[in-house]
């Protein structure tokens, strides 16, 4: 391409990306404007002036600290246990041959397909039941066992399929059995596949916001997106500015992450069979 041309396409890319990243900036600049600049018209890209106080009363009102900490290791915890569970059952749908093996997978992307509304109630009552609620245990064993681990299974899957069958048979001539082959040779190649299950199950886990809002009712033990929804005055009324500087907190490592991982986020939804 001449240097016309791609001047043209990166201005075009510049302008596709406004509506993207205006909001987030307009979030982050918000979160230090009094509140009567943060709805004025037209929006002001730059504060006329800057406090930052506001942060410190995200953790003067709320056990902010702790709830961060309540999503991440929720977030960490569920990513690691999707990826143990979609990589087995990924791995026994794709090279273990069973009867009936194409009807089950097809019964368990059915989960797909149902609405995580639809089974909210019943879950409450088995948790209720077991004890469980106000506690961290549904908002970990849910995503893990349940619907949200099918895309998980399906993309590893996915995976599993593209890889020779030699590699397989290379293993058993060594003496290796279907664990060990699994283990020591199928998955250290998963790394683009389980790379993305790990990105999007934790990004999943870390916005959650109905089964924390359904499970959870003890302030110290709410995750980021139920904590957000606390920060009004004593008429109920949104801390507007309080409010943006904690989404804020919320954002932008997310935001980091994706950034610095997107290519291999890419490269595992993409990755189709072993590099050369």
């Known amino acids: 391409m001449s240097r016309r041309v791609k001047l043209a396409l990166y201005a075009l890319l510049c302008v596709l990306c406004v509506p993207f990243v205006f909001p987030t900036w307009w979030m982050v600049t918000s979160s230090v404007k009094p509140i009567s600049d943060i709805f004025a018209f037209p929006p002001a890209l730059v504060p006329s002036r800057f406090d930052f106080s506001t942060y410190s009363r995200v953790f003067e009102l709320q056990p902010f600290g702790q709830q961060y900490l309540n999503s991440l290791y929720i977030a960490a915890v569920v ?5 143990a569970v979609a990589a087995m059952a990924g791995y026994a749908f794709a090279r273990i041959r069973f009867p009936g093996q194409n009807v089950l997978f097809l019964v368990v992307l059915v989960g797909l397909l149902i609405p995580s509304e639809v089974t909210i109630v019943p879950l409450f009552q088995m948790f209720h039941a077991a004890g469980m609620t106000d506690t961290h245990w549904p908002l970990i064993l849910v995503p893990i066992l349940g619907a949200p681990s099918v895309l998980a299974t399906f993309i590893m899957r996915q995976f599993f399929i593209t890889l020779p069958d030699e590699l397989e048979e290379a293993a058993r001539v060594d003496g290796l059995g279907r664990f060990g082959t699994f283990y020591r040779v199928v998955l250290p190649l998963a790394r683009p596949a389980l790379g993305a299950v790990a990105i999007f199950t934790f990004l999943h886990s870390w916005n959650l916001y109905l089964e924390p809002i359904v499970f959870l009712s003890t302030p110290s033990k709410f995750t980021l997106p139920q904590a957000l929804t606390q920060f009004v005055d004593a008429y109920g009324s949104p801390l507007w500015n309080v409010q943006l500087s904690a989404a804020t907190m919320t954002a932008l490592p997310i ?16 990755h189709t069979g072993l590099k050369g």
């Open 79 to 83: 990513t690691v246990g999707t990826m």
């Open 255 to 270: 935001l980091v992450v994706f950034v610095l991982a997107q290519r291999q986020f890419i490269e595992g939804l993409a």
